[in-house]
């Protein structure tokens, strides 16, 4: 078993990448604590052989981000992996045409959920003498054309906190690194999301989105997610990998 008996906290666990990380570490042998905003966790806890908890959890509010940790040091006693993959898109909409409400629930979500994770997780990788930190970001960390503003500055700016995390605690064995999924098949965007879409915005989107070479699956993401909470990549650290089929080649 790679991650036999580590600790791993994963946010947005209940569905989706999120969901298939869980299962994929706990059948590896990690004691996984997963997050998420509804509770819905019954799938995972009939597939995890005894190695989940499930929790709900808003990243957004900084409480329930330190709860959240807290719950994993109750139970397992400390804390190897955190997993920030919980996040929501925005709407499509352009620099002009965001309004306040929208970009600040973007970032609370995608980035001040994650900093507040980050930060309190990482006097436990320090008490265990290293750990792996994982942020779910997008394509849209790399490029611009697949996203709105919003959630395309979000997924930029957890680039920079993945980045600086590895920096400032690479001599502590610390090593945070982020995966840039291409398009998924994951309920991120719904049904009424895509009726809620901003016209003119969505439709600058689609050149770049007909470039994609294909949809891939959540388990797809949770393969690499599993790599980087390995000790099989013990000296890969402050990377931006993108899981895109070569989207991002063109």
Same mark, same amino acid.
């Given at each position: ?16 990448? %999120?969901?298939?990380?869980? *299962?994929?570490? !706990?059948?590896?042998? +990690? @004691?996984?604590? /997963?997050?998420?905003? &509804? ?89 265990? %003498?290293?750990?792996?930190? *994982?942020?779910? !970001?997008?394509?849209? +960390? @790399?490029?611009? /054309?697949?996203?709105? &503003? ?101």
């Amino acid at each position: 078993m790679r991650l036999k008996n580590k600790v791993a906290v994963i946010t947005g666990a209940a569905s989706g990448m %999120g969901k298939a990380m869980a *299962i994929r570490f !706990a059948k590896e042998g +990690a @004691l996984v604590v /997963g997050g998420d905003i &509804t509770d819905d966790f019954a799938d995972i806890i009939s597939k995890a052989e005894g190695r989940f908890t499930g929790v709900k959890c808003n990243v957004a509010e900084r409480s329930q981000c330190e709860a959240l940790i807290d719950k994993a040091v109750a139970l397992h006693g400390g804390l190897d992996i955190l997993c920030n993959n919980a996040g929501i898109m925005d709407k499509m909409h352009g620099p002009m045409d965001i309004t306040d409400e929208l970009w600040r629930r973007i970032m609370s979500v995608n980035v001040d959920g994650p900093m507040y994770l980050t930060r309190h997780a990482l006097p436990l990788l320090l008490k265990r %003498g290293g750990g792996s930190i *994982i942020n779910t !970001a997008s394509t849209s +960390a @790399l490029s611009a /054309g697949s996203a709105g &503003t919003a959630y395309t500055a979000s997924k930029h700016a957890l680039a920079g906190l993945t980045l600086s995390t590895a920096w400032m605690h690479a001599l502590d064995n610390i090593r945070c690194n982020a995966i840039a999924p291409g398009g998924v098949r994951t309920n991120i965007v719904t049904q009424e999301q895509y009726a809620q879409f901003d016209p003119k915005g969505f439709k600058r989107t689609q050149p770049f989105q007909a470039l994609m070479p294909k949809l891939l699956e959540a388990d797809d993401i949770a393969d690499l997610a599993l790599f980087l909470a390995s000790d099989e990549s013990k000296h890969i650290n402050g990377t931006i990998i993108p899981v895109d089929a070569g989207w991002l080649a063109l």
